[in-house]
């Protein structure tokens, strides 16, 4: 049962919304366009607001799916290595030859589930990042770091402090183009159109 909700959690995290609701509306590969990243911020910069909502909102759902699936199948410990396997399948999904999206929204579903109150946290600061700088990458990468912090002080558990520095660290991993970027000027701000992948 354990080895099963894990891998369900990969498979659900390995379904695309952001491909599939982009190459159902326009026909296109959202990996071939814009920033490149199959996420709702790309897909705000190809196809608008609404689209993007819609991406954003499954996304964060396959994160609390797997998270109740683990409870459902095993408990606490079960359903925090779901929350990671959901987010590996996000960022390298199986049916989209591992190319996938950053794994924030996803992330977000996650922590939302496992620790809601932390969540709160998060997103005050995320938002507020956002709102100030325009950047939607520094949101996800100021706040990843804050979220190790917060767990390691409110659970005070090995097992909590390993799950929020695993999914803090697959955010920055697929930030770290963004970091760069960030450094030198270049990153896109939030609202910028991109015609292609750079």
Request: aromatic letters at 8%; charged letters at 15%; one cysteine or more.
């Given at each position: 049962?354990?080895v099963?909700?894990?891998?369900?959690?990969?498979?659900i995290?390995s379904i695309?919304?952001?491909?599939?609701v982009v190459?159902?509306l326009?026909?296109?590969?959202?990996?071939?366009?814009?920033s490149?990243?199959a996420?709702?911020?790309?897909v705000?910069?190809?196809?608008?607001?609404?689209?993007?909502?819609?991406?954003l909102?499954l996304d964060?759902l396959?994160?609390?799916?797997?998270?109740?699936?683990g409870?459902?199948?095993g408990?606490?410990?079960?359903?925090?290595?779901c929350?990671?396997a959901?987010?590996?399948?996000?960022?390298?999904?199986?049916?989209?030859?591992?190319k996938?999206?950053?794994?924030?929204a996803?992330?977000?579903?996650?922590?939302l589930?496992v620790?809601?109150?932390?969540t709160?946290l998060v997103?005050i600061?995320g938002?507020?990042?956002i709102?100030?700088t325009?950047?939607?990458?520094?949101?996800?990468i100021?706040?990843?770091?804050i979220y190790v912090i917060a767990?390691?002080i409110t659970?005070r558990?090995?097992?909590?402090?390993?799950?929020a520095l695993?999914?803090?660290?697959?955010?920055?991993?697929?930030?770290?183009?963004?970091?760069?970027?960030?450094?030198?000027?270049r990153?896109?701000?939030?609202?910028?159109?991109?015609?292609?992948?750079?």
């Amino acid at each position: 049962m354990t080895v099963l909700a894990i891998a369900l959690s990969y498979f659900i995290g390995s379904i695309s919304t952001a491909y599939i609701v982009v190459k159902a509306l326009k026909g296109i590969d959202i990996r071939t366009v814009g920033s490149g990243n199959a996420g709702a911020t790309n897909v705000k910069r190809v196809l608008g607001t609404g689209p993007a909502i819609v991406v954003l909102a499954l996304d964060i759902l396959k994160g609390i799916l797997a998270v109740y699936i683990g409870r459902w199948a095993g408990g606490e410990m079960l359903s925090l290595a779901c929350g990671v396997a959901v987010v590996v399948g996000h960022n390298w999904p199986l049916f989209f030859g591992l190319k996938g999206g950053k794994g924030s929204a996803t992330s977000l579903g996650v922590i939302l589930t496992v620790s809601p109150l932390i969540t709160i946290l998060v997103l005050i600061i995320g938002v507020g990042t956002i709102a100030v700088t325009k950047y939607v990458s520094l949101g996800s990468i100021i706040v990843a770091p804050i979220y190790v912090i917060a767990m390691a002080i409110t659970y005070r558990t090995m097992r909590h402090t390993i799950f929020a520095l695993i999914l803090a660290s697959m955010v920055l991993y697929r930030h770290r183009e963004n970091i760069v970027r960030l450094f030198e000027g270049r990153e896109s701000k939030l609202g910028d159109t991109i015609k292609k992948v750079k």
